[in-house]
């Protein structure tokens, strides 16, 4: 992942205090994670880094939008990413990352990789169920949609069904 060195951040000679770092991502940095689902993507990510003697403290800050396909229509749209997540980085004998918002790195680091939490903020900031705004508020037009319509059960007006009535009697 040569690629994702710009997410190497050095923090063995930063100052304490805190530290800004922008990033601009698009769909090359989702390759370098061989994942395919955006037609598009370019998201902002401003990392607010926070030094301090005995720990870090990261937090992620990411706007922008990808371009999805729909779940139910298959046409594409814009999804609007706006999330953040925080993450603390402590030091200690040896490299673990068992907990999700903790990273302990042995003592001897002199650098941290922030590709893989970028990364895991923007796929788990989307939702199971990506549905074009056009399909929920009935302004998108699509054969897949009228196909759809069509195939749909139909209703019946009737709702009395004569099983159902021995029970009515008991009331």
């Not at 190497?8 to 395919?36: C, M, Q, S, W």
């Not at 301090?52 to 937090?59: A, F, G």
């Not at 037009?141 to 019946?156: A, F, G, T």
Request: glycine letters at 4%.
């Amino acid at each position: 992942m040569d690629q994702l060195k710009e997410y190497n951040i050095p923090f063995v000679g930063l100052k304490e205090g805190r530290h800004d770092f922008h990033f601009v991502i698009d769909n090359t940095f989702f390759d370098a994670f061989d994942y395919e689902e955006f037609n598009h993507s370019k998201i902002n990510i401003t990392l607010e880094f926070e030094k301090k003697s005995t720990l870090l403290n990261l937090k992620f800050i990411a706007k922008g939008s990808v371009n999805i396909p729909c779940d139910v229509t298959d046409e594409p749209f814009d999804y609007p990413i706006e999330t953040t997540f925080d993450w603390v980085v402590k030091f200690g004998e040896t490299y673990d990352d068992s907990n999700e918002e903790l990273l302990i790195l042995p003592h001897s680091s002199y650098q941290i990789d922030v590709a893989q939490p970028i990364y895991e903020m923007v796929v788990l900031s989307l939702p199971a169920k990506r549905i074009h705004p056009g399909v929920e508020d009935g302004s998108l037009q699509s054969d897949i949609l009228k196909k759809l319509e069509e195939l749909q059960p139909k209703v019946e007006q009737n709702n009395n069904d004569p099983r159902w009535n021995k029970l009515k009697d008991l009331l």
